[in-house]
Nanobody
Framework: QVQLVESGGGLVQPGGSLRLSCTVS????????MAWYRQAPGKQRELVGTINRFLSTNYVDSVKGRFTISRDNAKNTVYLQMNSLKPEDTAVYYCNTDLRLYSWGQGTQVTVST
């Protein structure tokens, strides 16, 4: 069973930055289109953005220009660089494939607050 390990979350002030990492135990990782998702309290999990095997990325409008997804296939790891963070970015962040093929990991909490 593929395991996902997200890390890098924390408490940050508005306008700050965080870099999240997700390591995936899948030998086919380099073929997968990967994605970051988030779930805020009382809300459904939502897609944040995707990165395909050709390193092409897409983002939801609310994070465009602030968030950047990248990947390192040699390390089976996908990253989410988050800049200019806003309180509304507060959520638990998860990675998965774009088709949500894996069982969900534990996620990493991001809290944007003064």
């Amino acid at each position: 069973q593929v395991q996902l390990v997200e890390s890098g979350g924390g408490l940050v002030q508005p306008g700050g930055s965080l870099r999240l990492s997700c390591t995936v135990s899948d030998s086919l990782f380099n073929r997968r289109a990967m994605a970051w998702y988030r779930q805020a309290p009382g809300k459904q999990r939502e897609l944040v953005g995707t990165i395909n095997r050709f390193l092409s990325t897409n983002y939801v409008d609310s994070v465009k220009g602030r968030f950047t997804i990248s990947r390192d296939n040699a390390k089976n790891t996908v990253y989410l660089q988050m800049n200019s963070l806003k309180p509304e970015d507060t959520a638990v962040y998860y990675c998965n494939t774009d088709l949500r093929l894996y069982s969900w990991g534990q996620g990493t909490q991001v809290t944007v607050s003064t």
